[in-house]
């Protein structure tokens, strides 16, 4: 099923930069990925005549970024994965963390937030997530602290450090286990955050991206399967 005019406008999505060719040899699938690039034409909507190579292409990322560590889990309970990457200091991905629960409870959705950064200090926010996703508390930590660090934007990272201690270089490491590989792909294509993408069915070509804030109904019409 052809899903290409199903995808969102970009604009709003905040810019990551593009890496130098030694970080970029970080990420997997650039050759696939890159066609990604070619669905982001015209305002967002597909205009090439291979709509279903376009879309495996989507359905490949999905497989990436559902096998990349550090995810964070909202409503694991739900059976429809959406994969969600973002930089904490995104204005975009904190208005689209508002919005996580009307997504979950009424279209089923399992949200899945992979941190990564484009500045120094939210790669520091970040690395505390991985902080909190390593401790003791695991999960239920790490979904504390990003409600605390995305829904108050004023927090800074002084603060963090003073109640939680400074991330440690493993904590740092541990973050580029998947945030070079999604900073990789996204600066390649010129993509910022958040980069959502999700099934919408069971085949390869039901599958879609969204690059930038989605209204919430926009989930709705897609996650009807």
């Given at each position: 099923m052809n899903r290409s005019s199903n995808l969102s406008t970009i604009g709003d999505g905040?810019?990551?930069?593009?890496?130098?060719?030694?970080?970029?040899?970080?990420?997997?699938?650039?050759?696939?990925?890159?066609?990604?690039?070619?669905?982001i034409e015209a305002g967002g909507v597909a205009v090439t005549s291979s709509p279903d190579s376009q879309e495996t292409a989507i359905d490949?990322?999905?497989?990436?970024?559902?096998?990349?560590?550090?995810?964070?889990?909202?409503?694991?309970?739900?059976?429809?994965?959406?994969?969600?990457?973002?930089?904490?200091?995104?204005?975009?991905?904190?208005?689209?963390?508002?919005?996580?629960?009307?997504?979950?409870?009424?279209?089923?959705?399992?949200?899945?937030?992979?941190?990564?950064?484009?500045?120094?200090?939210?790669?520091?926010?970040?690395a505390h997530l991985i902080k909190a996703l390593n401790s003791k508390g695991g999960m239920a930590t790490a979904r504390d602290l990003m409600a605390m660090i995305m829904g108050n934007p004023t927090i800074d990272v002084a603060l963090l450090n003073s109640l939680f201690g400074e991330p440690s270089e493993r904590?740092?490491?541990?973050?580029?286990?998947?945030?070079?590989?999604?900073?990789?792909?996204?600066?390649?294509?010129?993509l910022g955050t958040p980069l959502v993408a999700f099934k919408t069915g069971p085949a390869p070509e039901d599958s879609t991206l969204f690059n930038g804030y989605a209204p919430i109904e926009d989930f709705g019409s897609l996650l009807n399967y």
């Open positions: 905040a810019k990551v930069p593009v890496l130098s060719d030694e970080d970029a040899k970080l990420s997997r699938d650039l050759e696939v990925l890159s066609k990604v690039a070619e669905m490949t990322l999905i497989g990436d970024m559902s096998g990349l560590p550090n995810q964070i889990i909202f409503h694991s309970e739900n059976k429809k994965p959406v994969y969600i990457a973002f930089d904490p200091m995104c204005m975009h991905c904190q208005k689209l963390f508002a919005d996580q629960e009307q997504i979950a409870t009424r279209f089923g959705a399992r949200l899945v937030w992979i941190p990564t950064y484009s500045t120094g200090d939210s790669q520091t926010y970040s904590d740092f490491a541990r973050l580029e286990e998947s945030a070079a590989y999604l900073r990789a792909m996204m600066g390649r294509e010129e």
